[in-house]
């Protein structure tokens, strides 16, 4: 008998992870830790990182690739946050960290969609698998909250409410999809840095209230820069944008969206103010900056809809790539 024989092929586990848009983003007052209180709904997207992970030989240790969408901007080291979750995986069940990671691209470096926390909550699935750690779903959780702040959301997937830093989630209740345009930079934002913008508006406008004293007025709405009610004990979301996930009404949600770091992400990215109008002058029902920039998410009425913004950011040259996606998605798991 002739014939050839099939390619074996490598043993490995494969994992993809969504990227997330922040449909709210409440801040509060820097922590002495350093971190914010945040009331945050993240909703993930159907945009994703994949990251396998293959056996490497006894004492070979952790080696990573990246390939994709801008990969050149990725550290392939031990700062890599896909990297640190193998390793703190091994650690946490006292295995040897030797695997080979390869991650493949799909989500903006940088961009305040999460990329490079869906690497590490795909790596931890990743390693997870191959090394056949039983960990519990908690404790899975509890190593991504420790790797970051947006770690854990990525392994849950769908709409969540995230508070603490973030990284305490309440699954929402949603219905039917959401069709998004984001406007993407190659110039990435620094979380720290956008943060640090957040505290030093904050601060300028403490000391205006101050002078103002007891009775001047507060900054008002999604878009005042500094402290607003958001920083005192009152961290919340606005109800009226639960009830329009759990209807399904995108035009409502549209007029709920807010991040409250968008003023300080506009103060150290003046231009994309343009690429928020030129959503809003495209009939998006909204748009955002996504979570600490410098992607700009716009809700759409369709996927076509979605498409045609992102055509009119195109034509105006707004930005250095434009996609559509929809949400929401599910999160780190196993495929092929
Ligand atoms: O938790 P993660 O490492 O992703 O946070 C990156 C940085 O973002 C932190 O070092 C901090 O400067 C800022 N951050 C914050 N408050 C949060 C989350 C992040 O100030 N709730």
Redesign the pocket.
């Known amino acids: 008998m002739t014939g050839r024989l099939a390619a074996v092929p490598e043993p490995g586990v494969r994992v993809r992870a969504p990227a997330k848009v922040n449909l709210a983003l409440r801040v509060g007052s820097?922590r002495p830790d350093?971190?914010?209180p945040?009331a945050t709904v993240f909703q993930a997207l159907d945009m994703f990182e994949e990251v396998t992970a293959r056996p490497a030989p006894p004492g070979a240790g952790i080696s990573l690739t990246v390939t994709g969408s801008q990969a050149e901007r990725v550290p392939t080291d031990r700062t890599n946050l896909a990297w640190r979750a193998a390793a703190a995986l091994a650690r946490r069940v006292g295995v040897d960290p030797d695997v080979r990671l390869r991650i493949v691209k799909g989500v903006p470096v940088a961009g305040g969609m999460a990329g490079g926390s869906a690497d590490a909550a795909a790596a931890l699935v990743a390693c997870d698998a191959l090394w056949e750690t039983a960990l519990s779903r908690a404790e899975l959780l509890d190593l991504a909250a420790d790797l970051?702040?947006?770690v854990p959301f990525p392994l849950v997937g769908h709409t969540a409410i995230g508070t603490g830093?973030?990284h305490i989630l309440t699954p929402a209740m949603v219905r039917g999809q959401f069709h998004w345009a984001l406007a993407v930079s190659h110039t990435g934002l620094s979380?720290?840095d956008v943060?640090r913008e957040f505290d030093a508006a904050a601060g300028g406008e403490r000391g205006a209230e101050g002078e103002r004293g007891a009775g001047g007025e507060r900054g008002a709405g999604g878009s005042g820069a500094g402290p607003t009610e958001a920083s005192t004990d009152a961290l919340h979301v606005d109800p009226g944008l639960m009830k329009a996930l759990r209807a399904g009404d995108a035009g409502a949600l549209g007029r709920a969206l807010r991040n409250d770091l968008e003023p300080a992400a506009l103060a150290l990215r003046p231009e994309l103010g343009r690429t928020l109008a030129l959503a809003r002058e495209a009939g998006a029902l909204g748009a955002i900056v996504s979570g600490s920039g410098p992607t700009v998410a716009a809700l759409a009425r369709s996927a076509r809809h979605a498409r045609a913004i992102a055509a009119h950011w195109t034509a105006a040259d707004a930005c250095d790539a434009a996609y559509c996606a929809a949400g929401p998605a599910p999160g780190a798991r196993v495929v092929g």
């Open positions: 820097v350093g971190f914010h945040l970051g702040s947006d830093r973030g979380t720290p943060f």
